[in-house]
Structures are given as C-alpha cells and as structure tokens.
Nanobody, 125 residues
Framework: HVQLVESGGGSVQAEGSARVSCVASGIAYRDPCMGWIRQSPGGRREVVATLDGYGGTLYANSVKGRFTIARGKDNYSMNMQMNSLKSSDTAMYYC????????????????????WGQGTQVTVS
C-alpha cells in the first residue's frame, strides 16, 4: 500500500518563500518518478516539478527558475523549495509517485502519476 505524506506549505506573502516535503512508503519500484502536482482553487491541475528515477528534474514553465525540487534522504522522499511566490501559486500541492517508468514527454501530465498524497495547502497573498 503506497502512502505519500506531505508537510510544509502554509500562508505566505507574495514574493516570499515556502517549502513542501514528502515522504513515501510502500513503493515497490526502486527508483520511482515523483513529482509535485498542484490544484488551483479553480480546479485546474498542473504538474509543477518532477524527479525521474535518475535524479533528473523537469519543471512547468510557470514555476521554472522559482521552484526547485530535490530528493530527500533517499529515493522515497523529496522536497520543493518555492521562491518568489505569486498569488497564482495558491493551490493545494500534492506529492505524487508513478509506479512505472514515465516517458519524458509525459512527465508533466497529471495522469502519469497513479499515487497521490492528501495534499498540503499553499496560500500566497
């Protein structure tokens, strides 16, 4: 049973910073592709950053240069540093993992990730 637990986030002023973290358990795949997916108040889902099984990263254009995703202490944990936050970054942020290898062209697709956490809210005002 895969479990993804997020922490961090919260309320931040515009141009401020926040950090979200995720710890995964129960993932059988050795080097899982993991990522952060956000859902805005309007319901739109967007993959903002991903880590492939080899440490490669990919970012949505909307956060490139402002967000940094990184592995944690092992391949089953990660965090994301978010700088220069904007009101448009307000969303529920979900940690997600894929149980199979994800082709690069699909890594920014929410449906590529089959396991999601409960989410942590980031509110920028």
């Amino acid at each position: 049973h895969v479990q993804l637990v997020e922490s961090g986030g919260g309320s931040v002023q515009a141009e401020g910073s926040a950090r979200v973290s995720c710890v995964a358990s129960g993932i059988a795949y050795r080097d899982p592709c993991m990522g952060w997916i956000r859902q805005s108040p309007g319901g739109r889902r967007e993959v903002v950053a991903t880590l492939d099984g080899y440490g490669g990263t990919l970012y949505a254009n909307s956060v490139k240069g402002r967000f940094t995703i990184a592995r944690g202490k092992d391949n089953y944990s990660m965090n994301m540093q978010m700088n220069s936050l904007k009101s448009s970054d307000t969303a529920m942020y979900y940690c997600a993992a894929a149980s199979t290898v994800v082709p690069p062209q699909l890594m920014l697709t929410p449906t590529a990730f089959n396991d999601w956490g409960q989410g942590t809210q980031v509110t920028v005002s």
